[in-house]
């Protein structure tokens, strides 16, 4: 059985820093790529970050600089660094694994405010 355990969200003040983490089984991690999704309340899930198997990586444009995506294939984990958190980045965080099939985890809430 598959199951991507997202970890971390929470509530931060605009300028904090967070730390997600998802821990994956049933998959041969090293193989997938790895990817952080978002949703907020009313809008589409989008790309935040993503991480394949060679270690490239690609970052949307509203976290390029303020956010890192790494990987630990020991621990069949992924991580995602958020820095200088905004009011926008408020949303639902997913993990997604890809290779040969395509899974999700059940996300974690991150709420920015004062």
């Known amino acids: 059985q598959v199951q991507l355990v997202e970890s971390g969200g929470g509530l931060v003040q605009p300028g904090g820093s967070l730390r997600l983490s998802c821990e994956a089984s049933?998959?041969?991690?090293?193989?997938?790529?790895m990817g952080w999704y978002r949703q907020a309340p009313g809008k589409e899930r989008e790309l935040v970050a993503v991480i394949n198997s060679f270690g490239n990586i690609n970052y949307s444009d509203s976290v390029k600089g303020r956010c890192t995506i790494s990987r630990d294939n020991a621990k069949n984990t992924v991580y995602l660094q958020m820095n200088s958190l905004k009011r926008e980045d408020t949303a639902a965080y997913y993990c997604n694994a890809q290779w040969v099939s395509n899974y999700w985890g059940q996300g974690t809430q991150v709420f920015v405010s004062s």
């Open positions: 049933g998959i041969l991690f090293s193989r997938n790529t």
